[in-house]
């Protein structure tokens, strides 16, 4: 398994912008395909979006496209999540994921991964 480690989380105002880096370690990062979630308190966890290890498909939760953009820099090991034109909703918390499976498929379910981060908190407050 590869590890994960979040960060960038923090306190945003409504209508703000954030940007959430993940570093990987331990295993070649491109061969992962790597996917972004998130989880409020008393939800269960919620897919954010994801692509394919050579970063050729992405997907996108319904309430995310057009705002959220998933990158990542297979040299330096990270894949980004931008979020813009943050509402309340978007608070939780944020996990990077990754898995070494089938590279032509956009995996969406968390079951489908089996490295997590350990997370990092976005809560967006006036």
Avoid: H
Wanted: charged share 20%.
């Amino acid at each position: 398994q590869v590890q994960l480690v979040e960060s960038g989380g923090g306190l945003v105002q409504p209508g703000g912008s954030l940007t959430l880096s993940c570093v990987a370690s331990g295993r070649t990062f491109s061969n992962y395909n790597m996917g972004w979630f998130r989880q409020a308190p008393g939800k269960e966890r919620e897919f954010v979006a994801a692509f394919t290890r050579r970063g050729v498909t992405t997907y996108y939760g319904d309430s995310m496209r057009g705002r959220f953009t998933i990158a990542r820099d297979n040299a330096k090991n990270t894949v980004y999540l931008k979020m813009n034109s943050l509402i309340a909703e978007d608070t939780a918390v944020y996990y990077c994921a990754a898995n070494d499976k089938y590279e032509g498929f956009v995996y969406r379910l968390p079951d489908d991964y089996d490295s997590w981060g350990q997370g990092t908190q976005v809560t967006v407050s006036s």
